[in-house]
């Protein structure tokens, strides 16, 4: 039976992320986490219907790196290739913003490793079993079973798309 306490954190803290199979390791590129020395201005609200003058509701201004990470030295950026996750907002080519440093819950989206291969999934529990839960009904949920060689790398905290094509 699968237990939770298999779930381990595999955290790298260099650019490139390898997993532990022997027969066929898998390296996946991560995005090099950079400091940004700007600070934005912070609205307090604004209106998505009629229009209002914005300036008058300028509640701080918006660190960034305060607001999207709380882990730095454990928090990487991943390009998303593929389509699993759609009805969870996660498209093709958005970036994803991993913190390792996070433990796995029910219904956290995450970075895993599966039988050697990464992937992003949610990660759900069913009446005391576990799943890799895709957002895509094209896909079938993974329950993870007894003997699948499987890691949480680590959860998503922000996912980060342009709202169109610029």
Known sequence: ?????????????KHTLRTTMKHNPT???VIPLTKLDIALPLYASISAGF????DDYLEE????????IRHPEATFFVRVAGDSMVQAGIYEGDILIV?????????DVVVAI???EFTVKRFVQRQGRYYLWPENPRYAPIELREG???RVWGVVSHVIHKP???
């Open 61 to 68: 201004e918006l660190d960034l790196n305060t607001y999207l």
């Open 164 to 166: 169109y094509a610029l």
């Open 99 to 107: 913190d390792c440093a996070l433990e796995a819950k029910h219904n």
């Open 51 to 54: 229009p209002s003058p914005a």
């Open 148 to 150: 699948v060689d499987f």
């Open 1 to 13: 039976m699968f237990c939770l306490k298999h779930i381990v954190l595999y955290c790298a803290p």
């Open 114 to 116: 599966l039988d050697g």
């Open 27 to 29: 390296i996946v590129k």
